[in-house]
């Protein structure tokens, strides 16, 4: 990568080695392996790094999953491949300033004081012109003149003529050395702080990768590291009033335990928000405790505001809940008394509960759910939905669905809704559940519906008035017709709450002929109908209810989809949470880089570097001065210059016009 | 040996310093007071670093001046738009819907409206210039395209400026530098490639490549313009914690003269390309009569990537410190980071070809242009395809 080809006189040394250092400091191969880096580099950043490898391969197939991971395509910035073309980068870079080094500051040291009147016309600016003014005095003019336009002169008498030659911003050489050697220095400090050791104990057997999901204090010898590992990255998440003095470094699919020399204490775990809902701050307060000297440091540790601690620096990285407890009831979906219990976020429970046993697994709690909804004014504004949990309910076959339950009812279109969302897998969006909000915004008078629905006794009875005033009505009064359409009353409503209108519908289609089907569907729907609000008017009389006000109907309008769907919940039972205490947790990076002040060594110099070689030019210019028998002198001046050609045109002109303005004169002549 | 004395008469090279008239010394102590103002009005508000920014800001823009005194004139003209639109605020955001000067001129979106317009039609007259069967037009086409980007440029950053004030305005815990998202980087991409392009056209008295340069400024306006449309980016949001840092100042602005310099010299790369073809096909026509020859061009376009370069280094090394001090550790190979390094790795390539191989022209025209593309995806690209840390510019 150097400017100056150094090839010659280098005799002494064995060819080998000369076609070695020739081949390693060449610009083809340099050009290449920037071109292999940065091919590298894109393959990197197209192909996720870092993910679960079960991600990958569903993504690419079991064959190109181990295609790519023999590659090591899944963390291309530590595959072996990878850091040898570093490490050959680095080399390459080395030989260049091997090679080219000693030149560069021979090019600063050296005046050039023998250079022949031949090569200095060869240069683009040059000028020879014929003084009447004596050698000594050009020489003087000329000095004086260099000099003031901050050019280094150096003199040299050749006998037949001198030699004057200036120099200037020589600096722009130490620009090539303080660039490559600045880039060998960031290499070599990046390298400190590479995974290379670590992947080398791995290759070797010496580490093994933990892919168990087991607590930190029963993963083996094998995966663990002391506190004097070289470099490190990891993550650790600590719940409020908890103590860690480990991280986890993620390693391909699974993770490292590396210990830390002090332990940290999350004492609180707090978010700021904006007036909009977004975050603005996130900070724990955390207690450090090194037992090595029984010291102990108070902090809070703010993204941007890491606290650094003897080469080791802990982040802010992320939250989580903390193991938050939680007070539920669960409400048998078939009208049961509920059960009242508690658990905790992480927490797993066998519940077995009187329409079913299924094991509960809570997922996370969170204190605020941010929406954006639109306003009036067609803008959108946030809207705080209040606490939620999300937790898993698996069925004795170890199936499970997902539930998502808000603490508080919400308001949708005026009225108040318990929402709980259920999917099947993670990958599918959450279907909502919307229990309508009863008096005082309870849930009981839904739950009690779907107790009466599941009440044949309370079906029959209410099913018997129905119809009876029904019959009233139309004046029919055969009793053969009234039992018939009592049960059949009770047959929907029991359709109806174990399948929804789609039982009610299947059960058209399997009893009635095509040509019918639609009239009687129709039919069906009324006598249900006719039927749900005979049992709704039969709870609200149980409550003291006799003359159902507006309200009262509403309710019972939104509550009649939800019935609807209950079948398809998917389980057992509603739980509903009834109060909470929320544990926050801590997720804390700890990094120890030893090699970051090589690192900013050496991008210290790349800049100071970069900035001499292109904003400084090395310019040189000599005055070769003949002395010529009549006492006059034949000067010829010249210059070259490195960088920007066309400002040196400018002042060379200039250096030119103000050196001959007084040379035509004799010296001694004029005054 | 004794030398006659008034041959040594006329050697004395004005220096820099004594160069400087009167109103350079006038702009150098108006900034200073400015600082100072600034420093005793919000010193409680500062830290250490920002005040160490305030301090480098007030040399460099001192500097700046002196170097290329255009630049005196339009930053005084950028401050007083931007005091007066503050003045015209006062403590009210809502005044920037009933006030007929801010809705119309003045609030950011106002501002950068017309910073859209202007540039547009400066665009124009600048192809006009460029294209124009006669000369006389040319130049009257050419001189209107230049003085329509000297506005653009200054309603541009009044417009940042304002947005600034803004940010503030909303909620006080709002309050940032406007370059923490893309609607905000594109501007600062606009009015920093306007201003990198004008610095040449006063440099070497020559227009017509503005009709180059503002082409790409006109792509960028043509982006923001359906940004803003479709996605309500001009919206003012409050930032994210990660980007809450000192940091932000002098990264993003030192990245965005890489970007708008190696923008600029592709331009100039294609204008390369054009006068070449041109000079083979056509040796007396109007483009090779008014681009600059081909070895200014060269010239230019090589200016241009080292300037380039030597910011986009400078501002991925800063990068890299900010990366240190709220992503634990200086380098994650972070997609924007990694595109950040491939663009280096590009043009990195070109200067050594440049310098060692003694490639010049043809080829360096061509891959500077392509060394555009490569710094878009890094700059546009990785926002739109790429997740990853640097997502506050989402698309």
């Keep these: ?132 003014v004596d050698a000594a005095g050009v020489g003087a003019r000329a000095t004086r003149l260099l000099r003031n336009y901050g050019y280094r002169v150096r003199t040299a008498d050749h006998g037949d003529h001198q030699v004057l030659a200036g120099m200037k911003g020589g600096a722009n050489r130490l620009g090539y050395l303080l660039t490559h050697i600045g880039i060998v220095v960031i290499l070599v400090g990046g390298l400190i702080d590479s995974k290379l050791p670590l992947q080398i104990a791995l290759a070797l057997g010496d580490l093994k990768v933990e892919t168990r999901d087991i607590p930190a204090s029963q993963v083996p010898p094998s995966s663990r590291l002391g506190p004097g590992t070289l470099s490190f990255r990891g993550n650790v998440n600590i719940p409020e009033g908890q103590t860690a003095d480990i991280v986890f470094l993620q390693v391909k699919d699974g993770y490292l335990v590396q210990q830390l020399p002090f332990s940290l204490t999350v004492k609180k775990f707090s978010v700021k928000h904006y007036i909009t809902g977004q975050p603005s701050d996130f900070r724990s307060q955390v207690v450090l405790h090194d037992p090595r000297n029984d010291k102990t440091i108070d902090s809070t540790i703010r993204v941007n505001h890491p606290l650094v601690y003897d080469g080791y620096e802990i982040y802010q990285a992320s939250f989580g809940d903390g193991g938050s407890k939680l007070d539920f009831k669960l409400w048998p979906l078939n009208g049961g008394k509920p059960l009242v219990s508690h658990g905790s976020v992480f927490g797993k429970y066998e519940l077995n509960t009187s329409t079913g046993k299924r094991r509960l697994e809570f997922g996370d709690f969170r204190m605020f759910n941010i929406d954006q909804v639109p306003g009036a004014d067609g803008k959108t504004k946030p809207r705080n939905l209040g606490p939620s949990v999300t937790f898993k309910l698996r069925d004795p076959q170890g199936v499970a669905k997902q539930y998502m339950n808000y603490f508080v009812p919400q308001t949708i279109n005026g009225q108040l809704y318990y929402l709980s969302g259920v999917r099947n897998s993670p990958s599918e969006p959450y279907r909502f559940l919307h229990i309508p909000a009863g008096p005082h915004g309870g849930i009981q008078r839904f739950m009690r519906f779907v107790g009466a629905l599941h009440d044949t006794a309370l079906l029959r009875r209410v099913a018997e008035q129905t119809s009876a005033s029904a019959l009233k009505a139309a004046d029919m009064h055969d009793p053969a017709v009234r039992t018939r359409i009592r049960e059949s009353m009770v047959r929907l409503l029991q359709q109806f709450a174990n399948g929804g209108y789609n039982a009610v519908f299947e059960d058209v289609q399997k009893r009635v002929p095509a040509a019918h089907r639609q009239a009687a569907g129709e039919a069906f729907l009324k006598v249900l109908n006719a039927a749900l609000e005979g049992v709704y008017i039969d709870l609200l009389k149980r409550d003291g209810i006799t003359r159902p006000t507006q309200q009262d109907w509403v309710w019972f309008q939104n509550a009649v989809p939800a019935l609807s769907v209950l079948p398809f919940y998917g389980s057992p039972f509603f739980l509903q949470l009834t109060d909470f205490k929320q544990i926050q947790a801590a997720g804390l990076q700890v990094t120890h880089h030893p090699g970051t002040i090589v690192v900013y060594a050496g991008a210290g110099m790349l800049v100071l570097g970069v900035f001499l070689l292109f904003f400084l030019a090395h310019r040189r210019v000599w005055v070769r001065i003949e002395p010529r028998d009549d006492g006059g002198s034949t000067v010829l001046f010249a210059g070259t210059s490195n960088r920007n050609v066309m400002d040196f045109e400018r002042q060379f002109a200039q250096l030119e016009e103000r050196l001959f303005a007084r040379l035509d004169k004799p010296g001694d002549g004029s005054s | 040996m004794s030398v006659p004395h008034d041959l040594m008469d006329g050697l004395e090279r004005p220096s820099f310093i004594r160069a400087l008239g009167l109103f350079d010394w006038l702009w150098a102590a108006l900034v200073l007071a400015s600082a100072v103002g600034v420093y005793v009005e919000f010193n409680a508000a500062l830290g250490v670093y920002q005040q160490a920014i305030l301090a480098g800001t007030t040399a460099a823009l001192i500097g700046v001046g002196w170097y290329w005194k255009p630049m005196r004139l339009l930053s005084l003209v950028i401050a007083g738009l931007s005091l007066l639109t503050i003045a015209l605020y006062g403590s009210q955001y809502s005044a920037g819907e009933s006030n007929f000067i801010l809705v119309w001129w003045l609030s950011s979106p106002a501002a950068i409206a017309w910073m859209n317009g202007l540039f547009l039609v400066a665009t124009v007259f600048y192809v006009l210039g460029l294209a124009a069967r006669g000369d006389a037009l040319s130049v009257r086409s050419l001189a209107l395209g230049s003085w329509l980007t000297w506005a653009a440029v200054t309603m541009g950053f009044v417009g940042l400026m304002v947005r600034w004030r803004e940010s503030y305005l909303i909620a006080p815990d709002f309050g940032h530098i406007p370059v923490s998202n893309l609607f905000d980087v594109f501007v600062l991409f606009c009015v920093v490639t306007g201003l990198l392009y004008l610095y040449y056209e006063t440099r070497y008295r020559q227009r017509a490549l503005g009709a180059l340069a503002l082409l790409i400024i006109s792509a960028a306006v043509a982006f923001l313009i359906y940004y803003s449309v479709v996605y309500h980016a001009d919206k003012i949001e409050p930032l994210v914690p990660a980007l809450k840092s000192y940091w932000m100042k002098i990264h993003v602005p030192a990245n965005f003269i890489g970007y708008g310099s190696f923008a600029f010299s592709a331009m100039v790369g294609v204008a390369y390309l054009l006068r070449d073809r041109a000079e083979r096909l056509r040796p007396d026509g109007r483009v090779v009569r008014r681009l600059p020859s081909l070895e200014i061009l060269d010239d230019i376009m090589y200016r241009y990537i080292a300037l380039g370069f030597a910011f986009f280094t400078l501002a991925t090394i800063l990068g890299a410190l900010w990366a240190a001090q709220a992503w634990g550790g200086y380098w994650s190979w972070d997609p924007k980071e990694t595109w950040a390094l491939i663009v280096w790795l590009n043009y990195a390539a070109w200067l050594h070809m440049r310098f060692t191989k003694g490639w010049r022209g043809r080829p360096l025209a061509a891959w500077s242009f392509i060394g555009l593309i490569v710094t878009t995806f890094c700059f546009l690209g990785v926002n739109i395809f790429l997740s990853g840390l640097h997502s506050y510019g989402k698309l």
């Design chain 1, 1 to 132: 990568m150097g400017e100056v080809a150094g090839r010659a006189g280098r005799g002494r040394h064995s060819s080998l080695t000369v076609v070695l250092l020739e081949f390693l400091g060449s610009m083809n191969l340099a050009i290449t392996l920037l071109v292999a880096v940065a091919i590298a580099s894109v393959i990197g950043t197209v192909l996720q790094q870092d993910q679960p490898y079960s991600d990958y391969v569903l993504q690419f197939g079991p064959f190109w999953f181990h295609v790519f991971r023999q590659l090591g395509l899944y963390d291309v910035y530590s595959a072996g491949w990878f850091l040898f073309i570093m490490a050959f980068l680095m080399v390459s870079t080395s030989v260049c300033v091997y090679r080219n080094g000693p030149g560069m500051l021979r090019e600063i040291r050296q005046f050039r004081l023998r250079v022949q009147a031949k090569s200095l016309r060869l240069m683009r600016h040059h000028t020879e012109r014929e003084s009447a």
